[in-house]
């Protein structure tokens, strides 16, 4: 074994029925469960520095809320904030936590924040001598880019099944499937996976943890005593709809445990052939990114009011739109609306977690994948993991040339063209400064 040790645990979060759900413009309360919420606490040190790393079924919280959420969980670990990772997977059958559009919970938010910590505590006391096996595998066919050039030369994000206007994608997937294995003297075998997909197949008002839920059931119960963490990596140019299928189950809870059972096979693929890497130091980093925000024309302010009144109540044929397209112009007037007497730049965490050959940085919101592949691809470190919606969630982060081409995402990111690229300087600077 080498110098690093490293702990679990995982406790249930699943919030109370009647509880707002996110991922959507329009309000869904819950009204059943299909599986729980979780979360997993990932403990590593090298007795010098410890890091806490936790996956939470939760869309995203807010940068503001989760930076007093990690110092409080920080503090009852005896660590600081830059020591505690908090990366959302962001399920869409989850609750509402930062109260952008729907009532939060008070009540949840605060047993949410205790749940942690807790789980927090008892991953640092099931610290074990570990060594560190890594691996990589693909997932084909499971997702897909959803940004499309149509043919009368616009962009569109989910143009529809079978859409004749459609041209072609606007890039490729990365399916590529990450593996950490960390393996722990007379403790159960940690399992890190990472992909990058949008968890939204389940939809409803049901809680359910998506395809994510069915990665780590099948693995757990694939390979008996282990534990499983999914880090989602970039994904906020990538879905599951495949608008060129032929008829079939391609959403609901069906699709979800075929997407989670395809992630977990191309591990299994790739488990036994994993190769052992250094097992030695641990390392965090935090620091601040300004970036300028996308404020609109106040000219533009009085339609952005009437779009929002008319979605609001239910008087959406009358919005010039159809499809995702009035989500699209819903989601650009509540950026406008939003940022009209806001601050002109944001600050964004850039966050890193590094234990022995194995680096884990943080994205605080909805990368697209070329963010994702520009920090693997630049990445001094072995194993480059790349986590979406990690402390905190501040909306989409469109490359330079999705602004130029339009579509949902670019219209509705709280941050002007450029941002894409300078978080990827930002990130290599960051996981430089630790590797």
Known sequence: MGSLKAGFSRIDITPPLGIYLSGYY????????????LASALAVSDDNETALL???DVIGIKQDML??????????CGLCRSQVFVACT???????MSGRLFPVDPVYNERFEHLLAQAGVAAISDLKPATVLTAR????GISFIRRFRMKDGTVRTNPGLHNPDVESPIGTPDETVQLVRIQREDAPEIVLVNFQVHPDVVSGSLFSADYIGFVRRTLEGALGDVRCLYFNGAQGDVNHID?????GPYNGYAHARHMGQVIAGAALQVYAKAKPVASDSVATSETTLFVETNKGDPSQYPQARRIIELHDSGRVDEIPETGMGVTTLVAEAHRMLRLADGPDHLALNITAVR?????????????FTGIGRGI????PCAMQIVCCCANGYEGYYPMQEAYDEGGYEARSSSFKPGVAEKLIEASIANIRGIC
Request: net charge negative; charged share 25%.
């Open 90 to 96: 962001h399920i869409h059958t989850g609750p509402e």
């Open 376 to 379: 693997k691809e630049r990445s």
């Open 243 to 247: 608008i060129h299928r032929e008829p």
């Open 67 to 76: 930076d007093g959420m990690r110092e409080r969980i920080a503090a009852a």
């Open 54 to 56: 936790f996956s939470v």
């Open 137 to 140: 595998g693909t997932a084909p």
């Open 26 to 37: 329009e309000p869904r309360q819950a009204e059943g469960q299909l599986d729980p919420l």
């Open 355 to 367: 234990f022995g050959a194995v680096c884990i940085a943080g994205i605080p919101g909805e990368p």
